[in-house]
């Protein structure tokens, strides 16, 4: 049965085939990828042959010529498992489609492959100890020399920071363009160059499945043919392309917040408690309407921007209130959730303890609330 107007009987079957994928080599494994803190590479692979790895990519390079509402479908069964797979987004919705907006001929026939069989995982490296959402006071540099860049600096809370082997990696090229945005490039760094190091696998509070890791590069010689974008593009092309991260961003929080929704109203109803199932008492009654609203209004307004977003439409305003709300209104959800759960909602064994601590970050990655916010302000002229 089709989820969004704009699905097709070949979007049905596309994501028939792969929650039947996910029943069988996915979800039973969660558990023990949770428990290792990371996702084996094997899975990747397995993903690769199944066609599920940057489907989007035109066919000359091992590609489907599918278009993102195929990742759109990729992204809310990967999210109805686990927040943990949403490295697998990343690399096909966010890294990979810098490659094959901004990348030369050459650079496409080298990665694009690879990252379709899952030779290749790619990360994207923007954030630093230091500046979080500042992305024009970055410190990392990457001055050329001859035939290469000799790149400098740390980056943090890296996704696919671990399995990953090909990232795009934000580097200052020249430390003194004013304004600093200007001076801003991409470069694609695979790992094996000397003086690419991998720091910690971080221990976060959620998402642990999800290998993040911190980068260092220290007197990293990077050939110029690794450039994305042209010298001092790294900035605009960024922007471009944070309209669909953020859009996957709400994606997967109004996954999460559906999911929370359904195990919340299936425990209720079986839930015995004074004699009759806690379903049966007002709060609990009030409280899921109230739950189901909100998963309503997410929903329509994200089937929206959705359409608006594959035909190419400027939605960067709306999105950025799609992320801020959505994810906002996920993390409410998974409060109010646990607490209809009552003790059991604290237990790991049931997943709702795992959505409560996997949701709260969707705030803050790929640009906090509080900047979304100020896009808002700022493109309704305030």
Same mark, same amino acid.
């Given at each position: 049965?089709?989820?969004?107007?704009?699905?097709?009987?070949?979007?049905?079957?596309?994501?028939?085939?792969?929650?039947?994928?996910?029943?069988?080599?996915?979800?039973?494994?969660?558990?023990?990828?949770?428990?290792?803190?990371?996702?084996?590479?094997?899975?990747?692979?397995?993903?690769?042959?199944?066609?599920?790895?940057?489907?989007?990519?035109?066919?000359?390079?091992?590609?489907?010529?599918?278009?993102?509402?195929?990742?759109?479908?990729?992204?809310?069964?990967?999210?109805?498992?686990?927040?943990?797979?949403?490295?697998?987004?990343?690399?096909?919705?966010?890294?990979?489609?810098?490659?094959?907006?901004?990348?030369?001929?050459?650079?496409?026939?080298?990665?694009?492959?690879?990252?379709?069989?899952?030779?290749?995982?790619?990360?994207?490296?923007?954030?630093?100890?230091?500046?979080?959402?500042?992305?024009?006071?970055?410190?990392?540099?990457?001055?050329?020399?001859?035939?290469?860049?000799?790149?400098?600096?740390?980056?943090?809370?890296?996704?696919?920071?671990?399995? @990953? !082997? *090909?990232?795009?990696?934000?580097? $200052?090229?020249?430390?003194?363009?004013?304004? +600093?945005?200007?001076?801003?490039? /991409? =470069?694609?760094?695979?790992?094996?160059?000397?003086?690419?190091?991998?720091?910690?696998?971080?221990?976060?509070?959620?998402?642990?499945?999800?290998?993040?890791?911190?980068?260092?590069?220290?007197?990293?010689?990077?050939?110029? @043919? !690794? *450039?994305?974008?042209?010298?001092? $593009?790294?900035?605009?092309?960024?922007?471009? +392309?944070?309209?669909?991260?953020? /859009? =996957?961003?709400?994606?997967?929080?109004?996954?999460?917040?559906?999911?929370?929704?359904?195990?919340?109203?299936?425990?209720?109803?079986?839930?015995?408690?004074?004699?009759?199932?806690?379903?049966?008492?007002?709060?609990?009654?009030?409280? *899921?309407?109230?739950?189901?609203? $909100?998963?309503?209004?997410?929903?329509?307004?994200?089937?929206?921007?959705?359409?608006?977003?594959?035909?190419?439409?400027?939605?960067?305003?709306?999105?950025?209130?799609?992320?801020?709300?959505?994810?906002?209104?996920?993390?409410?959800?998974?409060?109010?959730?646990?607490?209809?759960?009552?003790?059991?909602?604290?237990?790991?064994?049931?997943?709702?303890?795992?959505?409560?601590?996997?949701?709260?970050?969707?705030?803050?990655?790929?640009?906090?609330?509080?900047?979304?916010?100020?896009?808002?302000?700022?493109?309704?002229?305030?």
């Amino acid at each position: 049965m089709a989820r969004y107007r704009f699905e097709t009987d070949e979007h049905v079957l596309f994501r028939e085939t792969l929650r039947k994928f996910l029943s069988k080599e996915a979800v039973p494994h969660y558990e023990e990828w949770e428990k290792n803190r990371l996702i084996p590479v094997s899975f990747w692979r397995e993903l690769g042959e199944m066609g599920f790895l940057c489907p989007q990519v035109e066919e000359q390079y091992g590609g489907l010529g599918l278009d993102f509402s195929f990742g759109v479908i990729i992204g809310e069964e990967m999210e109805r498992v686990g927040a943990g797979l949403t490295g697998v987004g990343l690399h096909n919705d966010i890294v990979v489609p810098y490659i094959e907006s901004y990348g030369m001929e050459e650079q496409k026939k080298r990665w694009l492959p690879g990252c379709i069989t899952a030779d290749f995982i790619t990360g994207v490296a923007m954030t630093e100890p230091g500046t979080g959402s500042d992305l024009a006071n970055i410190r990392t540099t990457a001055i050329k020399d001859g035939d290469h860049y000799v790149v400098n600096g740390q980056k943090t809370f890296i996704t696919n920071g671990v399995n @990953g !082997n *090909l990232f795009l990696v934000v580097v $200052k090229t020249d430390p003194q363009a004013e304004p +600093k945005h200007r001076g801003i490039s /991409l =470069l694609m760094i695979e790992e094996g160059l000397p003086g690419f190091t991998k720091g910690r696998k971080l221990d976060k509070v959620g998402m642990h499945s999800q290998d993040t890791a911190e980068l260092y590069f220290e007197d990293c010689r990077v050939p110029v @043919g !690794n *450039l994305i974008g042209g010298e001092g $593009k790294g900035f605009g092309c960024l922007m471009e +392309k944070l309209q669909q991260e953020r /859009l =996957l961003v709400a994606l997967s929080a109004q996954t999460a917040s559906e999911d929370m929704l359904e195990m919340t109203l299936d425990y209720v109803k079986s839930r015995e408690a004074f004699g009759k199932p806690i379903g049966s008492f007002q709060n609990t009654q009030f409280k *899921l309407a109230e739950i189901a609203t $909100k998963v309503e209004l997410g929903k329509a307004f994200l089937e929206s921007l959705i359409e608006d977003h594959l035909a190419g439409k400027d939605v960067v305003t709306k999105v950025s209130m799609a992320k801020y709300w959505i994810t906002e209104t996920a993390r409410e959800i998974s409060g109010e959730c646990m607490q209809l759960h009552g003790g059991y909602g604290y237990m790991e064994e049931y997943k709702i303890a795992r959505r409560y601590r996997d949701i709260p970050v969707a705030s803050i990655y790929a640009g906090t609330n509080e900047i979304m916010k100020m896009i808002i302000a700022k493109n309704m002229g305030l």
